[in-house]
């Protein structure tokens, strides 16, 4: 009798390997499930448009951030990018017909990732600072200025400061500017020229080159913000 019962027993193997194959299966799809990223809280929100906003929030449980384009009560697009870049005070973000540029932190260096507005689709990358070491943590004054053509980055260290324009339509780096070892503590674009505050006194810039005006006519021009893209 032991003997006529050991093929039965042998037949249920298949089936019980199945199973657990199986369970083992839908274990790490609920792994997987469990462990995407999701948005949490609202970090800032940013008007683009009379109908259309960025939205920055933090990821759930996580260190990343997720950038969503909303388009009145509609959600076009949403992207995950690394820690980001702005304060509650001042603005990582920037924005023209054709781009949304973020700014974010990785590895303790500033980067610029440039984001098509119609999907999302990343249509750059820039690493700010130039060649120099870590970014102050945390930072202060101006981060992004922009005239919606282009984006204004403004990155400093213990004893260095650096101002980069990167064009908001093909995502590339135009030029960089040295701007010494004061902190930049206040900033805007106007007229052609952006205008910074440094050590208590102010400084303009050509927006096509990143060369210092120190014209009358310069520091005759008053301080506006930047007008938002259509």
């Known amino acids: 009798m032991a003997a006529s019962s050991r093929p039965g027993r042998l037949g249920l193997l298949g ?3 199945v199973l657990v ?13 469990s462990n995407k990223p999701r948005p949490g809280a609202v970090i800032e929100t940013v008007q683009i448009s009379p ?12 260190e990343r951030n997720f950038v ?25 973000i920037s924005w023209s017909d054709v781009a949304v540029s973020v700014r974010v932190i990785r590895g303790h260096k500033a980067e610029l990732f440039i984001l098509a507005r119609q999907n999302a689709d990343k249509i750059g ?11 102050r943590e945390p930072s202060s004054g101006p981060l992004t200025l922009t005239d919606n053509n282009r984006t204004y980055e403004i990155v400093g ?8 324009a990167i064009d908001l339509r093909s995502g590339t780096k135009l030029w960089i500017t040295e701007l010494g070892k004061e902190p930049i503590t206040a900033g805007a674009v106007t007229g ?9 006194a102010k400084r303009y810039f050509r927006v096509f080159t990143g ?6 006519e310069a520091t005759g021009i008053p301080l506006v913000p930047p007008t938002p893209a259509p």
Request: no cysteine; charged share 20%.
């Open 211 to 216: 060369k210092e005006d120190r014209s009358s």
């Open 15 to 17: 089936p019980i390997i």
């Open 157 to 164: 260290g213990p004893d260095w400061n650096t101002m980069t």
């Open 125 to 135: 990358g820039i690493h700010l600072g130039g060649d120099h070491g870590p970014i």
């Open 21 to 33: 194959g199986a369970a083992v299966a839908a274990g790490g799809v609920y792994l997987m499930i």
């Open 68 to 92: 969503e384009l909303h388009e009145g009560d509609e959600l076009k697009w949403q992207a995950m990018v690394p820690t980001y870049g702005g304060r509650h005070d001042a603005t990582g």
């Open 192 to 200: 052609g020229l952006i205008w910074l505050e440094q050590a208590g």
């Open 51 to 62: 109908t259309a906003k960025i939205v920055v929030r933090a990821e759930d449980g996580g």
